[in-house]
């Protein structure tokens, strides 16, 4: 269940980092709110994976969903572009994840 509570922490590391985007530099109301929300969310959520997993597994995992994520999310919804070494390298990341998720 840890991993889920530190899965959706994740993601909503992904929304606060979109969102900050968005807020030109806290002058818009409504993508800063999101931003903090997205923020004390996703570290809530840490917290209680936190509970049970360990610390360095778990912030390892925790920031590669949120990189990954925003990675996703900047190339298919808001058109950047990526180099096929810059795949490559967010692909290792998705390994690494995936690596520590199964040794844990």
Known sequence: MQWVVLFFAGLCEVLWAVALKYTEGFTRL?????????????????????????????YSVWTGIGTVGTVLVGVLMLGETMSLAQMLCVGCIVVGIVGLRALT
């Open 30 to 58: 409504y993508p800063s709110i999101v931003t903090v929300f997205g923020m004390m969310a996703s570290f809530l959520l840490l917290s209680r994976a936190l509970r049970t997993l360990p610390l360095g597994i778990a």
